[in-house]
């Protein structure tokens, strides 16, 4: 079975961006951190998401509809995202058997499947007991407010420590397996 791999940047306290969303404070953005997370990204054939991260995207020159990761199939899990021309065929919106979807993207071909990103939806993730493995690359900054790594979700789970790896930036990736009671 596929596993659903969270693999996300946090500051010390939780947070995956500030309040309107974005990384400019408290974001490491260069470093061996950052280009070992990029290669990472090339052992991924699938992402999810939801549509707040997928129009992360568009500040950076990204058009509605094209898939972030073009060698990825892209889920992007929203009832309210509609393109104005058909997307690429690499991105697919999912508005509905949310879970249903998701169980069966897990038990179906291909490489783990990459969690790009969203506290909201990493939350209806979690609650579900959908993730699998969680990656962070943990920065060496306190936000006090902002986009929490894991939404509002209140769920208890233990987790393994699988690996840590420190960085001359400051910045730690931890690398946990996700154990549901």
């Not at 490491?28 to 939801?50: A, C, F, N, Q, R």
């Not at 006090?144 to 699988?162: A, C, H, M, P, W």
Request: charged share 25%; hydrophobic share 35%; glycine share 10%.
């Amino acid at each position: 079975m596929r596993k659903i791999v969270y693999h996300v940047a946090s500051t010390l306290d939780g947070y995956i961006g500030n309040e309107d969303g974005s990384v400019d404070k408290g974001f490491v953005p260069e470093g061996e951190h950052v280009t070992e997370y990029l290669e990472s990204l090339k052992s991924y054939d699938t992402v999810i998401m939801g549509k707040a991260t997928y129009e992360f995207g568009y500040q950076y020159g990204m058009q509605p509809g094209q898939p972030p990761y073009p060698w990825m199939k892209h889920y992007i899990f929203s009832k309210t995202l509609h393109f104005e021309t058909p997307p690429d065929e690499r991105v697919e919106i999912i508005d509905r058997d949310e879970l249903a979807f998701l169980r069966q993207l897990k038990a179906g071909e291909g490489t783990d499947i990459y969690l790009c990103g969203g506290g909201a939806f990493a939350a209806f993730l979690l609650e579900n007991e959908l993730i699998d493995q969680l990656i962070v690359k943990l920065n060496p900054a306190l936000l006090g407010s902002g986009i929490r790594l894991f939404g509002t979700s209140k769920k208890y789970v233990d987790l393994t420590l699988l690996d840590s790896k420190p960085y001359d930036t400051g910045v730690l990736l931890l690398t946990y397996q996700i154990r549901y009671q």
